[in-house]
């Protein structure tokens, strides 16, 4: 994340025995959208990053919608899956922590993995692309205008499940290492007596 909390990249970070099973589904769901992607296999081999690049820095937070609509429409269209296998999007938050480097996660291509066919981009059978660099630059970019559009459908219809806005008082947390990797953390009780009863309204 660049320090006007915005970002280059969104990576939808998959892991687990289901990951290629996972993986498929989103590819599927991205396909339908339109969205281009890449498809890396993580340095441990046992998990996969699904790259959209855009043409320009966006803000995080609609990179994160944009993430939050593809999972949520992989989920509809595939309830049987339950994506086990889904970690988290990069970037992890909306916000850039005052004093914090944003999120760290491993660039693809590096040379140890890929001497055992890992951290190397995939093509549809899940094999490495036979030209690696000339795949990467064959992707194409997301324009900002795309994404806006893409999310503000998704917003309208409701398909914008889990986007999590930071809390404010995360600034200001003096041992942010100590949270877990949702970011959440235990919430206090609420005090005084709560109604008996709620009413919901439903729109649509």
């Given at each position: 994340?660049?320090?006007?909390?915005?970002?280059?990249?969104?990576?939808?970070?998959?892991?687990?025995?289901?990951?290629?099973?996972?993986?498929?589904?989103?590819?599927?769901?991205?396909?339908?959208?339109?969205?281009?992607?890449?498809?890396?296999?993580?340095?441990?081999?046992?998990?996969?990053?699904?790259?959209?690049?855009?043409?320009?820095?966006?803000?995080?937070?609609?990179?994160?919608?944009?993430?939050?609509?593809?999972?949520?429409?992989?989920?509809?269209?595939?309830?049987?899956?339950?994506?086990?296998s889904y970690d988290r999007?990069?970037?992890?938050?909306?916000?850039?922590?005052?004093?914090?480097?944003?999120?760290?996660?491993?660039?693809?291509?590096q040379q140890g993995p890929?001497?055992?066919?890992?951290?190397?981009?995939?093509?549809?059978?899940?094999?490495?692309?036979?030209?690696?660099?000339?795949?990467?630059?064959?992707?194409?970019?997301?324009?900002?205008?795309?994404?806006?559009?893409?999310?503000?459908?998704?917003?309208?219809?409701?398909?914008?499940?889990?986007?999590?806005?930071?809390?404010?008082?995360?600034?200001?947390?003096?041992?942010?290492?100590?949270?877990?990797?949702?970011?959440?953390?235990?919430?206090?009780?609420?005090?005084?007596?709560?109604?008996?009863?709620?009413?919901?309204?439903?729109?649509?």
């Amino acid at each position: 994340m660049l320090l006007d909390e915005s970002c280059w990249f969104l990576a939808i970070d998959l892991d687990k025995e289901d990951w290629r099973q996972d993986t498929q589904a989103v590819l599927e769901t991205c396909g339908k959208i339109g969205l281009p992607i890449a498809v890396e296999r993580s340095r441990s081999g046992n998990g996969a990053h699904i790259w959209m690049f855009f043409e320009e820095p966006i803000p995080a937070r609609l990179a994160r919608n944009l993430g939050s609509h593809v999972l949520t429409e992989t989920m509809e269209s595939r309830p049987d899956l339950g994506l086990r296998s889904y970690d988290r999007l990069f970037p992890n938050q909306d916000t850039l922590p005052k004093g914090g480097f944003g999120n760290l996660i491993a660039l693809p291509l590096q040379q140890g993995p890929r001497k055992c066919g890992n951290s190397m981009f995939l093509n549809a059978a899940f094999e490495p692309q036979t030209d690696q660099w000339a795949f990467l630059a064959s992707v194409p970019r997301l324009a900002r205008g795309t994404v806006e559009g893409i999310v503000r459908e998704a917003e309208r219809k409701g398909a914008v499940i889990g986007v999590r806005v930071a809390e404010a008082d995360e600034e200001e947390d003096p041992t942010p290492w100590t949270a877990p990797p949702s970011r959440r953390r235990v919430s206090t009780a609420i005090p005084g007596p709560l109604p008996e009863t709620l009413e919901l309204v439903l729109g649509h």
